[in-house]
């Protein structure tokens, strides 16, 4: 596709690989998804499919080669036309995944990957660098959009780390976690199995199955901070979730900061303060879980077996 002054229109540029790409025209993709997509089917049959990158740009106006304009619109059809397409042709229908997921594709796509930043002026990737008094993650897509589009997770984990530590903030952490109880998404993880892959399944699982294809029917702010929110779903859900520095005390649980307690039916979960010890724990009619990580004086955190 072009611009208006007959250049050719860049997307991505692959700094490790030294490699530019472009803008293809959207009525000229079908022909690469069939044969793709066919390979894909009798490889090995998948039963959702993703696609990377492609929802994480709102569809567009673009010029052709010779000069015609085409509207956003038409960009907006096409790109659904391809996703149903693909739904249809694996069959079963099959759930249609894609980054970041632009909600101009709702309907037409199933879910995509989420990508929570958050605003820090002086951040040096995937941050929002707006200048402001105080900012904090708030749940606003999934009020819209939580029964109709399936985010997952709160972001690739160096993404929402955004530079700061690992321990305290890549995709096992309280502090990621609690971003996707505050919105009810499905947890994702960094990696394809290990020790945290489990615990956070025995942790999350039950609880945002329980939140599933549920609404949001409000967001509080609990004495007007930003970092204390509670959440009320429409089944009779709630969720509270402290994000400041200060514990808070709610429902007889003293939540950390990155804490919360979530009850949803015969579902509970939390992350909270048991006098010294920071604790995880889960309860649904499927399963018991409990994780402690005792905090010594030195600081540091020793992580205890959970059951």
Avoid at 77 to 93: K, N
Avoid at 260 to 280: H, N, P, S
Wanted: glycine share 10%; proline share 5%; with cysteine.
């Amino acid at each position: 596709m072009f611009r208006q002054n007959g250049t050719p229109y860049r997307a991505w540029f692959n700094y490790g690989r030294e490699a530019q790409a472009y803008r293809a025209r959207p009525d000229r993709l079908m022909p690469y998804v069939k044969r793709n997509v066919g390979l894909a089917k009798e490889g090995f049959a998948p039963s959702a499919y993703f696609i990377d990158v492609w929802s994480s740009a709102a569809p567009y106006d673009y010029w052709t080669s010779d000069g015609k304009l085409v509207d956003r619109r038409e960009t907006q059809r096409v790109w659904g036309s391809v996703f149903a397409w693909i739904r249809d042709y694996l069959g079963d229908d099959a759930p249609q995944i894609s980054e970041a997921g632009h909600d101009k594709l709702i309907g037409w796509l199933d879910g995509g990957q989420a990508q929570q930043l958050r605003v820090d002026p002086d951040g040096k990737t995937f941050t929002w660098k707006i200048q402001c008094a105080d900012s904090e993650r708030i749940p606003w897509i999934d009020v819209a959009w939580h029964d109709k589009f399936i985010l997952h997770g709160a972001g690739y984990e160096g993404r929402y780390q955004g530079g700061l530590d690992q321990r305290e903030h890549g995709g096992y952490s309280d502090d990621y976690l609690t971003t996707e109880v505050l919105s009810g998404r499905p947890p994702m993880v960094p990696q394809a199995f290990n020790r945290d892959v489990v615990r956070v399944h025995w942790l999350l699982n039950d609880a945002m199955k329980a939140l599933a294809l549920d609404r949001i029917d409000a967001v509080e702010f609990a004495g007007n901070d930003i970092h204390r929110q509670r959440v009320k779903w429409e089944r009779g859900a709630e969720v509270w979730v402290n994000r400041g520095k200060e514990p808070w005390s709610v429902e007889g649980h003293t939540l950390p900061q990155y804490g919360f307690y979530l009850r949803a039916g015969g579902t509970e979960a939390a992350i909270e303060l048991r006098g010294r010890e920071r604790v995880e724990w889960s309860r649904s009619r499927e399963r018991r879980y409990e994780g402690g990580r005792l905090t010594m004086a030195s600081g540091q955190v020793m992580e205890l077996p959970g059951k």
